[in-house]
């Protein structure tokens, strides 16, 4: 019977001290558990071989059954906490840092580990015939590895997936039909988290054998793909300008690569365009996206070709002209009736622009001038530390000089050609007319400039004067539109 002295009982001490470790020291750092588990390593080895008891030999005290099952015990956990600790060691010496956070890795590297060991064990401390437990054990692999052929197929994809590293944990990737952000690779599957919020898990052999795009690669650049079917009796020259327009007049598109816009292919009833850019974000894909939507029907309609059902007839004209369309699109003209709009559409004047030439300043009478830009694509700058900064793309529709034309308010902004555009412009003569008829328009007005002025950037700059007005800026445009257009309001 082994006594208080003998050193199997402190071997079983410091076996239940490895366990208490291992239960309890969980939000432990890993550098502490590792280092605490050497040292009862260390002392375990220290304990089983000042007492006789080597791992590396048959186990003791044959003639004392119960003593020499416990030297058998503590022999064989000598060598499974061997191989545990030299798989945490080399995992962290050996292993590259990028496969750290996959567990494919790490549990075919610790199974290998624990195989050694455990027939190690057999063979030292049990004393049995390895070679014939290697042959009984190859024809059992035979068995079990037809029973399970499925899951060793997962395992050895796996190990393909990641050894060629074609995703990393975190990136956003689309497996197949799939698409979603990689939360875990393991030994068997791959889990994505979809644009839904739910855990998709596809097996290692499926994913191999399907296409795989990363959009985390490269980093600095993110695709965007648009098509859009359009009627085959548009010339397509005509959509393919349109098209290149919106895709400069979208914010967010990368430079280079240059955005690419092309035929995709031709049907019975449609042909097919296709917009290609590059955004240096992934997060900004689906804003970009549908900006491009919206832009593309905007260039679009400038040029008289409207996105439609191709599978239903064409409908009649609606009968409104570029000149309503366009003024309906300006935000302080929208409490406007229809012969209002008319009466304005009758005096805009239509102005061409080539690549760079100046469609706005303040510095010339064009500052009190609405300008609405009807094809084409031009940007509004300003001067600053001896250049110039963009603010925002114009797109047809968009207009400049609300507040001019509404106060007489000049800005700094300078708005040039980013293209050949179109611009049709409209004189504060031509609006004076309709605010001394109908002074509610002309407060409706006001307010709609004053309660866009941060969101729209309509003035584009803080106005001089607003802070001592006791009215604040409504106010202080109503002021302005009194003076600027000799109104009573």
Avoid at 202 to 228: E, K
Avoid at 262 to 277: F, G, K, L, Q, W
Avoid at 325 to 332: A, D, E, K, M, S
Avoid at 357 to 362: C, G, L, Q, V
Wanted: with cysteine; charged share 20%.
């Amino acid at each position: 019977m082994p006594t208080l002295t003998d050193g199997v009982l402190f071997g079983l001490g410091i076996l239940v001290l490895d366990f208490l470790a291992w239960r309890f020291m969980i939000r432990t750092s890993d550098q502490a558990r590792l280092a605490f588990r050497a040292l009862l390593f260390a002392l375990s080895t220290y304990v089983l071989f000042s007492s006789g008891m080597n791992p590396l030999r048959a186990a003791p005290w044959p003639d004392q059954p119960l003593r020499h099952l416990l030297a058998q015990v503590l022999e064989v956990v000598w060598w499974l906490q061997g191989a545990r600790l030299l798989t945490i060691v080399l995992d962290r010496t050996v292993l590259p840092e990028t496969w750290h956070k996959e567990r494919l890795f790490q549990d075919v590297f610790g199974a290998l580990l624990f195989l050694a060991a455990a027939v190690g064990a057999i063979a030292f401390v049990l004393q049995l015939p390895v070679r014939g437990l290697l042959a009984t054990s190859g024809a059992l692999a035979v068995v079990l590895g037809l029973a399970i052929q499925s899951t060793l197929n997962d395992v050895f994809s796996g190990v393909v997936l990641n050894a060629t590293e074609p995703f990393r944990i975190g990136d956003w990737v689309t497996i197949g039909e799939v698409e979603g952000k990689v939360i875990e690779s393991n030994w068997r599957a791959t889990s994505l988290l979809n644009g839904q919020g739910n855990i998709v898990v596809i097996p290692n052999s499926v994913a191999a054998r399907t296409n795989i795009v990363n959009a985390n690669q490269p980093s600095h650049t993110h695709g965007i793909s648009v098509v859009l079917p359009i009627k085959p009796s548009i010339r397509p020259a005509l959509v393919l300008a349109a098209l290149s327009n919106a895709a400069q007049s979208a914010e967010g598109v990368l430079d280079d690569p240059k955005p690419v816009v092309s035929v995709r292919r031709a049907t019975n009833d449609a042909i097919e365009y296709e917009i290609v850019c590059y955004v240096a974000e992934l997060d900004r894909k689906i804003e970009v996206r549908n900006d491009l939507f919206d832009l593309a029907h905007r260039h679009l309609a400038s040029r008289g070709v409207l996105l439609q059902p191709l599978s239903v007839p064409e409908p009649a004209p609606a009968g409104i002209t570029e000149k309503q369309r366009l003024l309906r699109n300006v935000l302080i003209f929208r409490t406007l009736e229809d012969n209002e709009l008319n009466e304005l559409a009758a005096k805009l004047t239509r102005h061409e622009f080539d690549v760079g030439e100046t469609i706005y300043t303040a510095a010339d009478e064009s500052g009190h001038e609405l300008h609405i830009l009807a094809q084409g694509v031009a940007k509004a700058v300003v001067s600053k530390d001896g250049g110039e900064v963009e603010l925002r793309r114009l797109a047809p529709g968009d207009s400049i000089g609300q507040s001019g034309i509404l106060a007489g308010v000049r800005t700094a902004v300078i708005v040039r050609a980013t293209t050949r555009a179109i611009v049709f412009r409209l004189d504060k003569t031509a609006l004076t007319p309709v605010l001394e008829r109908r002074p509610d328009v002309a407060k409706e007005m006001c307010r709609l400039l004053s309660e866009h002025h941060a969101t729209e950037e309509l003035l584009l700059a803080p106005p001089h004067g607003v802070e001592d007005n006791p009215g604040g800026l409504l106010q202080w445009i109503r002021d302005g539109v009194r003076r600027f257009h000799e109104l009573t309001l």
